[in-house]
């Protein structure tokens, strides 16, 4: 079962807003990170937040973890057509275990 | 190679046929995954192998899924006796030797896909 959940399931912003995506899960986590898939292509890492941080920058991204209520933020600033992708939140709960992938935002930014 | 390779990236197959499909990891990572993905949706979690390690086999869905992997390096995953509710995409993705501490633990590197349609 999916252990992550993104919210909202799609987002539609105009170019140079910021977007932001939600992701909530269920387990006690090591770290949860966040992808991104363009359309028909595999996913590419985005950043990585550990259990002990509880937030984190990287260029135009910025990821906020909070795990008391096991949530997590993913913040896109100043949006471009390009960052047009699904965005993907995924856990790596306790353990030696595989990463588990909620089921993706869908964000359109509109030139 | 510099990134994981899938192959083939479309195969299109009558439904009780057995496919397989190739996945070739990064040069040594240690870790590669199978991922399942259906139109508009998340990824399922397949199988994982880890090292000389047993896989985690706990995400196939039927026992018409299995895959193996020769040498530590390339991964094959066969379906066999298709069915239409198997199309989907289907990712490889591999990763580093490295622990939770350290820069970079778990992080996959995905491949393109191979997507599947089932007639």
């Known amino acids: 079962s999916q252990q992550g959940e993104e919210d909202p399931q799609a987002l539609s912003i105009q170019e140079g807003e910021n977007a932001t995506m939600n992701c909530s899960y269920k387990?006690?986590?090591?770290?949860l990170q966040w992808y991104r898939q363009n359309s028909g292509r595999g996913l590419v890492h985005l950043i990585l937040i550990r259990s002990n941080e509880r937030e984190k920058h990287s260029g135009r991204l910025r990821v906020t973890l909070d795990t008391s209520k096991k949530s997590s933020s993913l913040l896109i600033t100043a949006s471009r057509a390009a960052d047009t992708a699904s965005y993907f939140c995924?856990?790596?709960?306790?353990?030696?275990?595989?990463?588990?992938f909620g089921k993706g935002t869908r964000l359109s930014v509109i030139a | 190679g510099a990134g994981v390779s899938q192959s083939p990236s479309n195969k299109v197959t009558e439904k009780g046929k057995d496919v397989e499909l190739r996945c070739d990891p990064i040069s040594g990572h240690t870790a590669l995954y199978w991922y399942r993905q259906s139109l508009g949706q998340g990824l399922e979690f397949l199988i994982y192998?880890?090292?000389?390690?047993?896989?985690?086999k706990s995400g196939l869905p039927s026992d018409r899924f299995s895959a193996e992997r020769t040498g530590g390096s390339v991964s094959t995953l066969t379906i066999q006796r298709t069915q239409q509710e198997d199309s989907a995409v289907y990712l490889c993705?591999?990763?580093?030797?490295?622990?939770?501490?350290?820069?970079?633990?778990?992080?996959?590197?995905f491949g393109a896909g191979s997507r599947l349609t089932v007639l």
């Open positions: 387990t006690s986590i090591n770290n």
């Open positions: 192998f880890q090292g000389n390690s047993a896989p985690d």
């Open positions: 995924a856990t790596v709960p306790s353990g030696n275990t595989p990463l588990v």
């Open positions: 993705a591999s990763r580093n030797r490295g622990t939770d501490k350290s820069s970079g633990a778990n992080v996959l590197t």
